[in-house]
């Protein structure tokens, strides 16, 4: 086979490979491809030009050329020497400009790359730049971070507590008033959108309190956080609320937070033994002085660090890593599991809401992961997802702006609200 006919049957093979029923089918992992059209039009171009070189391969391949049988062993080898060296000082200049020109942050990623900001921002900021990301952040050596107690903005108010509240709650209850305890990370803590912040009465937590009657509802969300550090603050502040009902607000990207070490400031990371139990790793948390006195370590060799990174990036959106089998998910899913176990053993009903990057038609493999996870466990769950699209089309991007609109953490609200009600997840006002 000459190579013209070489390279023409590989074009073929990569334009029926490139077919987007097909990439839907077997590769991509939420079945939904836009544009479709333009990726046909490449698959057929690049179609058409492998079938011309098949047909000139062919033509060409009876005209036998007698050269010297020695010559030409020669030449291969200059060649293949030559294709060598190229390839070396490819590798090597590629290098040098990824280390002058570019630095380590483009070919870090996870903990490293977010470690690398961190220590870069503390830098900039001549030492400003403290635990976590933004001034209401205060240190904690179990968790990394949690609100700064006593804080207040004209959106944004926290207790003595570091809650996000304009009052304090005591542990002890008040007889007939039923109390929810809402665990999560920005979403439910009320993140700024890009366009305005959102106050403490906007939150979906809030909005518990104010629409149920008799009903405390205390926001201990954290910004940034994993579902780790969220069992752990359950652990050792939430669950000292007695309260009825426990609702963890699982953001999707969480997942991945739960096997980092570093996420905006360095945090508590769980392993799991042989048991299958999980074992809390790299506590205490060192404080932000004694965190940049460590060293950091950045990767050896550029561009593979930086080859490695897209390659994850690549298996990540495919079929061909399947969260099922991915650390994170076993991980992730034993928090779940104490997160749930602990809650009811304290006397609380346990929710997980799943919470969408924004409103898609189709299930990401995390949501379904979580979905056949709280069906085989008899958890309660809520999908987020499923109630937005209850919306009307042209609602769905008013609830989503970086993070939840006042409208989304009202059509929260909603859906949660209609969720207790339904499985009768409260005890009746009074008792």
Known sequence: MSIRMAMGVALVVLAALLNPWFLETFVVLDGSISGKGRIVAVECAMALLGIVLIVLGRKSGGAAVVADPLRAKRNRMFALVALGIALLM??????????LFVGPGIVLEGEKWSEYKWRARHQANAGQSREGQYDYDAYHPLLGWVPEPN?????????????????????????????????????????????????????????HETRLPSTEAINMGVHGTGTDQQLLYLRELGLRFSPDLVILGFFEADITRNIANFFGYSKPVFELDTAGELVLTNTPILEAEALLETPFEPPSF???????????????????????????????????????????????????????????VLATPVEQAVA?????????????REHFLTMPPEEWESVHDGHFTAKGHDETAKALMHYIAEHDLLPAPGV
Request: charged fraction near 30%; charge should be positive; aromatic fraction near 12%.
């Open 90 to 99: 490819s590798l090597v200049f590629a290098e040098i400009a990824l280390r």
């Open 372 to 384: 056949a996870w709280a069906k085989e466990t008899g958890t309660h769950f809520v999908s987020l």
């Open 302 to 360: 550029y561009l593979g660090s930086l080859v490695r990174k897209g390659w994850n990036v690549v298996l990540d959106r495919t079929k061909f890593r399947p969260i099922e089998g991915r650390r994170e998910w076993h991980i992730t899913r034993a928090i779940f599991e104490a997160a749930k176990r602990e809650s009811e053993a304290a006397g609380a009903k346990f929710v997980v809401v799943d919470i969408p990057f924004h409103v898609r």
């Open 151 to 207: 804080y207040e903005t004209d959106a944004i108010e926290t207790n003595s507590l570091g809650i996000r509240a304009r009052r304090d709650y005591p542990f002890e209850r008040t007889p007939g008033v039923r109390r929810i305890v809402l665990i999560g990370d920005s979403y439910t803590w009320g993140e700024t959108t890009w366009a305005r912040e959102i106050t403490n009465e906007e939150t979906f937590a809030s909005l």
